[in-house]
């Protein structure tokens, strides 16, 4: 199933209402979809480097009001629909200790989760079930999910298809790295 969800992504890449398809994949993907904007992004940006920013900004706006639905989900419909989806994600066990400490990093699960290839969905849902506050929430959301797609934006424009490979295989890496170096440099700010 994941196969042909990616296949069909892919071809919309081309379609001449990929703007409108990448909104609609960016919006699902923050709550239920199974597949990342940067699939559709990537091929959209190589074939129109001049739209890089547009294409990015399109993915930001509607991921970030996806997010918001994961969010309402998990606030108001975390039983019925929320936790089917965790469940089907093999995250359903680590919920009840999840909830009991999420909350606790404040920004950061969500910024985590923004930036790096941790299903975005997954924190969303849980951001509403635990009550983070709503406005740190899409705060975080717009600065990790802006970073994430504008980056990729600004390597395909810079450099073009030689940095595809990077993107898909390497780009989720280096976002985690560039997080723990971050967390490290904030801890030894506060206890070193």
């Not at 359903?92 to 975005?120: H, K, S």
């Not at 810079?158 to 560039?178: Q, S, Y």
């Amino acid at each position: 199933m994941i196969k042909s969800l990616y296949d069909w992504t892919m071809r919309k890449a081309d379609h001449r209402h990929a703007l409108w398809i990448l909104a609609l994949v960016a919006f699902v993907e923050s709550s239920v979809f199974p597949i990342p904007p940067d699939v559709l992004m990537i091929p959209m940006i190589l074939a129109r480097p001049s739209r890089a920013w547009l294409i990015a900004g399109v993915a930001l706006v509607a991921s970030v009001l996806g997010g918001m639905l994961g969010y309402a989900i998990g606030a108001f419909a975390f039983d019925s629909i929320g936790q089917p989806i965790l469940a089907s994600m093999g995250k359903a066990e680590a919920m009840t200790e999840f909830n009991a400490r999420f909350n606790d990093f404040g920004f950061w699960p969500v910024l985590i989760a923004g930036m790096t290839p941790f299903p975005y969905k997954v924190i969303t849902i849980m951001s509403g079930w635990t009550g983070l506050p709503v406005g740190t929430f899409i705060v975080t959301s717009i600065v990790a999910r802006g970073l994430r797609f504008f980056i990729v934006a600004a390597l395909l424009w810079k450099f073009g298809a030689p940095i595809r490979d990077f993107i898909e295989r390497r780009l989720g890496l280096m976002f985690v790295l560039f997080v723990l170096i971050l967390g490290a440099g904030f801890y030894m700010v506060k206890y070193l």
